[in-house]
């Protein structure tokens, strides 16, 4: 299967202040990529998504930006919140394929 | 209901022992997908279904690990003769489209299991 076998890297962002997450996706194939946030005893829930014929996508208090030409995604969210405390999936899809990331653990502190 | 159930949401058992693990999908949802979490880490895929076929089992470890799905609705995953590797937390998804991954992934809040 897809495994994704790497321990969480985490990042610690102060409340109030933006915070970004970063993911590199493996196939420049990938048509489609959605963002999922994972708080703590819960499954993953679905935050926003991006097409490949996009760059930049906004939701409320998120952005989403997809570079092609590197292959990375970036997830954007302003003035964080103790409730965005979470684990961050990007996923990309690829051939009908789902292939998640590795997960970011995010910690805001109050 | 109007998420993805799982039951049971904890489950302890002992190595060697079988166990089933339950799913309900959103009501009307066609795809369905098992993954698997270990702690602190990412989201290892198992198997999709499409109604009640599997046409991808990939992600499955070993043949102690087997699914079905029934009425294109409900799906069991069953581990035989659990292992101490096997505990994860185990996490059951639905969608609506029919066409795989082309539509979001509703997580249920997941399957605890520990092997003892």
């Known amino acids: 299967g897809e495994s994704v076998g790497l321990h969480l890297p985490t990042l610690s962002v102060q409340e109030g202040d933006n915070s970004i997450i970063n993911c590199a996706y493996s196939n420049s194939a990938s048509d489609y990529f959605i963002w999922y946030k994972q708080e703590s005893g819960k499954g993953p829930q679905f935050i926003i998504d991006?097409?490949?014929?996009?760059d930049k996508r906004q939701g409320q208090r998120v952005t989403v930006l997809l570079n092609k030409t590197v292959k990375h995604l970036s997830l954007q969210i302003a003035a964080t919140q103790p409730g965005d405390s979470a684990v961050y999936f990007c996923?990309?899809?690829?051939?009908?394929?789902?292939?998640f990331g590795p997960g970011t653990s995010l910690s805001v502190i109050p | 209901g109007a998420g993805v159930s799982q039951s049971p949401s904890n489950k302890v058992t002992e190595k060697g022992k079988d166990v089933e693990l339950r799913c309900d999908p959103i009501?009307?949802?066609?795809?369905l997908y098992w993954y698997r979490q270990s702690l602190g880490q990412g989201l290892e895929f198992l198997i999709y279904f499409q109604g009640n076929s599997a046409p991808d089992k990939s992600g499955l470890p070993s043949d102690r690990f087997s699914a079905e799905r029934t009425g294109g609705s409900v799906s069991t995953l069953t581990i035989q003769r659990t292992q101490q590797e096997d505990s994860a937390v185990y996490l059951c998804?639905?969608?609506?489209?029919?066409?795989?991954?082309?539509?979001?992934?509703?997580f249920g809040p997941g399957t605890r299991l520990l092997v003892l």
């Open positions: 998804a639905s969608s609506s489209r029919t066409k795989r991954d082309q539509e979001t992934q509703y």
């Open positions: 996923a990309e899809i690829v051939y009908d394929k789902v292939i």
């Open positions: 009501s009307g949802h066609t795809a």
């Open positions: 991006i097409r490949s014929n996009m």
